[in-house]
């Protein structure tokens, strides 16, 4: 497996984080990482506190081309849901510019006592993603429920991890810089490419994800939270 200090070679994907509603503060793990990981740099969607879904996505899409490199996305909240609308309104191969996801805490902006900021990102898009990807939720985010991000992830074709009890996944969870967040991007990152510059299929990139995420990140997190 990529190890998470691997330096940037030609081939690697590069890790654009895409924050959610108010951004991320200095204490949010998708922060820690920008500053830590020397291939991860924060997707500046601009008003933070009054989203707006085709603003989001332009800057998303924005981002991406000018990256000049595959890249993996590590969105938290309503950034999952940008990523979700960008895949909607911009179309793209499997796996190309976009090589994969890790989404975590998706919010549920199609319930009915939805923030106004958050209900211009409704409906949610239901389209399988063209990428692999891994779903992260908390048993008890109090944005959305377990079984909403179950089948949220369900639709977008994703891989889904159960982390257990930890609130909305972020700085007040306590989770710092989110070892288990690593170790699942590096799945996606495996995911992905071969390190070779090769985009794996959708068939390989699943069978990876089923073996290396399903199985050894949700075992982890289950034991850990039982």
């Not at 908390?138 to 089948?151: E, G, K, L, N, T």
């Not at 369900?154 to 700085?171: E, I, Y």
């Not at 690593?182 to 985009?199: I, K, M």
């Not at 794996?200 to 990139?205: E, G, K, L, N, S």
Request: glycine share 8%; charged share 20%; with cysteine.
């Amino acid at each position: 497996m990529m190890s998470i200090f691997a330096p940037i070679d030609d081939h690697s994907p590069l890790v654009l984080t895409v924050p959610g509603l108010g951004g991320s503060g200095p204490s949010h793990w998708q922060t820690l990482w920008e500053q830590s990981r020397p291939d991860t740099s924060r997707v500046e969607l601009g008003m933070w506190d009054t989203p707006h879904r085709n603003a989001w996505v332009t800057r998303l899409d924005q981002a991406i081309r000018s990256a000049q490199a595959p890249v993996v996305l590590a969105a938290h909240s309503l950034g999952c849901l940008a990523v979700a609308w960008w895949a909607e309104l911009s179309p793209q191969p499997f796996g190309w510019p976009v090589a994969g996801a890790l989404l975590v805490a998706p919010a549920d902006v199609d319930r009915a006592e939805v923030k106004p900021e958050l209900a211009g990102f409704a409906p949610v898009p239901a389209k399988p993603l063209p990428f692999p990807s891994i779903t992260v939720a908390s048993q008890d985010d109090p944005w959305i429920s377990i079984d909403r991000a179950r089948d949220l992830a369900k639709r977008w074709g994703s891989f889904f991890v159960d982390a257990g009890p930890q609130g909305h996944l972020n700085a007040a969870s306590g989770i710092g810089w989110w070892h288990e967040g690593q170790a699942l991007l590096d799945r996606v990152l495996d995911a992905a490419s071969d390190r070779t510059g090769r985009v794996r299929t959708a068939a390989d990139a699943r069978s990876i994800l089923a073996i290396n995420a399903t199985e050894a990140a949700q075992a982890h997190y289950l034991g850990r939270h039982a």
